[in-house]
């Protein structure tokens, strides 16, 4: 039994049966449709560039091919003891294996009025279907965050010839997640754009009669807005986890075989984390790619075999022209080495050093040197700075 | 004049033994290379080529062949797709010549033969004097028609289809004897052997012998005069009249079998024998040597490096590798994806036959112009994201890598088939195929070639 119709659960179900997993396999989700790629809701599904068949991970035929049932209902409470889980909708089932791939769910604003008609969060496709009614040409569309799903939909709203404005309330964009050089460039793009990018932009309120009308900034300003999307992160969605009496921190704790405290449910995804010996700590990635990583080493675990979780994780981001792609998490480095110009242009990379070793890349528009970093990575980081800064471009 | 030139040139042909032929053009190369003082000096040096806007626009010239080497092309072509989308190049080394980087623009061009001639040769330069050899690529209709017709069945889909199994069968052994998780060259043991393998097999060469066809083919593809290609022309020479006897002895032994009662194969220089138009081709050496050259050429860099740039193109944007696993059902759009995004050959060239107008340049009688199909590929008027691999684009199909019109390549199908059956086979074995050294590029601004990419293979799960 998986949990969760997401990447992680629909991986983890086809590589069970790929795994020789010969029992039942039952996919439960409640979003109503087929699991679909998540990463594109912000970018082309928002921008109305695909249709979510178009970004169904398998079709239909698939599943019932595989003898995989999907079951359109939410599972309220495990019971480790008789090895069941009770459904929302009424009833229970029997598991022998079971997989948590809960995934993560948006963290809401507590500011008053963001309750409001017209204000949206971004994390499922129901989400994007609503923002995208509402975003006719020449609306004024205010987003509440600078991180990557806030400049991301900024970017495809832009595109649809909406008014944007970003309100992020540290010093700079992607503050928490990369360079304050990296930030600039971000910041000057979506400003070349005509996107109105606001730092230190400390959300007051949100005002409106019925509909929300403007955003109420700590200085007194009002922003008008026409429509809002909110979008200042996720959490890990562990209560189910947690009630059953298994270890969360910050994320549902996984071991390297992707098995949580209790040896017959293993998890994967967003929900999870992980002990990654690379950077010697516990992680929560929000990775496709390691959703996808942990939901096949999860699948081999339940198989009874042995997999280990060892893959580097990436991640990317489209906005505009502009493909960036990150190798690693640069969480603690302590010198960056730029090749390019990120005040010029739009393609430049930044490497992120610990202690002379590489840990981490963002690459703007430069596969190569993506491609390149992820292999020093994995190899340990040890590499000349001289060669960092004279890599081949492209 | 010309008919009674054309008579003559005929008449020798026909006369002088092929090898004899190369010998005397050899001569005259080297006597040329003496004369002028260029012996044993190299046309072209590798030095860095610098950011386009450090460049007037006439000063572009995409005839270098490093640009591909050194990632520089992509700024290259999109600044002349925006600011000269027909651009003139007065003083490249290959003397002067129009770029049309347009997907539009290349589409008008290819398609008007009878404005834009093929002949005499598809590449920026000229092949060394008396080397000439004659290919269809580079005739226009009629010519052009009836000899692509007698080779035209080789690829027609009756036979295809009956190649699938056994073009499956070599990629199986191919793949089963791969190292795992140890890094090895994918150029040597995969793309090369594999081309080599389908090569051998159409033209039924001796198979224990067909890494010949590929070095034959690299060196006739790599000539400096005619793409700036690294060949040594000594070393041309000698290898193309060791082709020579061996493509003719092929020949002979094939009507030989044939006048004996054989039962007729389904292989390239059978099915020249059999046509009307082709059966004595081998009385015109050059025609000969070149339609097999080509055959040989066109089937042999073209897939090696679609399935090497596939390889590439999936590591640098891993998230469609994910997705491609994922949905192993998006290998055939992902197969015209790879090649648009490749685009292994990086142009075409042709002569106007008139003065004519060409998105509002006037181009006149006799200029040459160059078709990138490279830079079409990337448009960004067709192609969203045209610098990303986007497996399940939905227009991938509109790549033009395979030309347009009457030239439009006749191996299209056989090429997808391979890189589709390659692609399936892979995922059904291997879990990872990892780039673990930076790759390198083929010296050319015709090939847009890989000669090494150092991967490692990560087994799928078994047991």
Known sequence: ?394 | MTKIREAITAKVQATIPMERQIQGAHLYDKTRRWVTGTNGQKMFVESPIPPVDDLEIGEIDLSNPFLYRQGRWQSYFERLRKEAPVHYQANSPFGPFWSVTRHADIIAVDKNHDVFSAEPFIVIGVPPRFMDIEMFIAMDPPRHDLQRQAVQGVVAPKNLREMEGLIRSRVREVLDDLPVDEPFDWVQKVSVELTARMLATLLDFPYEQRRKLVQWSDLAASMEQTNGGPSDNDEVFAEMRSTVRELSALWYDKAARLAGGEEPGFDLITMLQSNENTKDLIDRPMEFLGNLTLLIVGGNDTTRNSMSGGVLALNQFPEQFEKLKANPDLIPNMVSEIIRWQTPLAYMRRIAKKDTILNGQFIREGDKVVMWYASGNRDEAVFERPDELIIDRPNARNHIAFGFGVHRCMGNRLAEMQLRILWEELLTRFEDIDVVADPEYVQSNFVRGISRLMVRLTPKATG
């Open chain 1, 1 to 394: 039994m998986v949990v969760g119709a997401s990447h992680a659960g629909a991986q983890l179900a086809a590589s069970l049966r790929q795994g020789g997993w010969k029992g039942e396999i039952v996919l439960v989700g409640d979003e109503g449709t087929l699991p679909y790629q998540r990463p594109p809701m912000s970018k082309a599904y928002l921008a109305g560039k695909n249709t979510l068949d178009q970004l169904a991970i398998r079709s239909a035929a698939f599943y019932a091919k595989q003898e995989i049932t999907l079951l359109d209902d939410s599972v309220q409470a495990v019971d480790r003891t008789d090895g069941r889980v009770t459904l929302s909708r009424g009833g229970s089932l029997a598991y022998d294996e079971l997989a948590l791939c809960t995934g993560a769910r948006v963290r809401r604003l507590a500011a008053p009025g963001a309750d409001l008609c017209g204000v949206h969060y971004l994390r499922t496709a129901a989400d994007v279907e609503l923002i995208r009614e509402a975003a006719s040409p020449g609306r004024r569309a205010v987003i509440i965050g600078g991180g990557y799903i806030g400049l991301e939909t900024a970017a495809s709203l832009s595109g649809l010839g909406l008014q944007v404005s970003v309100l992020e309330a540290t010093e700079r964009v992607l503050g928490r997640v990369t360079a304050p050089e990296v930030s600039a460039f971000f910041d000057r793009i979506h400003r070349e754009e005509a996107v109105d990018v606001r730092t230190k932009a400390t959300v007051e309120e949100l005002v409106g009669t019925d509909r929300v009308q403007g955003v109420v900034l700590a200085g007194g300003e009002t922003v008008p807005a026409d429509l809002v999307i909110i979008g200042i992160g996720v959490e890990p969605n562990t209560e189910l986890a947690a009630a059953a009496g298994l270890q969360v921190d910050d994320g549902v704790v996984i071991d390297d075989h992707a098995r949580t405290s209790d040896p017959a449910i293993v998890a994967a995804g967003d929900c999870t984390s992980h002990l990654m010996t690379r950077y010697g700590r516990r992680i929560r990635l929000e990775s496709v790619s390691s959703a996808t990583e942990q939901a096949k080493v999860a699948a081999a675990t339940a198989c009874g075999k042995s997999q280990r979780i060892t893959a580097l994780p990436w991640f990317w981001s489209d906005q505009y022209d502009v493909k960036l792609q990150i190798a690693g998490i640069n969480t603690g480095y302590d010198e960056i080495v730029l090749n390019g110009d990120p005040a010029e242009g739009r393609d430049f990379t930044c490497y992120y050093l610990r202690r002379g070793e590489l840990i981490a890349a963002d690459c703007v528009n430069r596969p190569r040197d993506f491609m390149f970093s992820k292999q020093v990575i994995i190899r340990g980081g040890q590499v000349g700075r001289d060669e960092l800064a004279l890599q081949a471009v492209g």
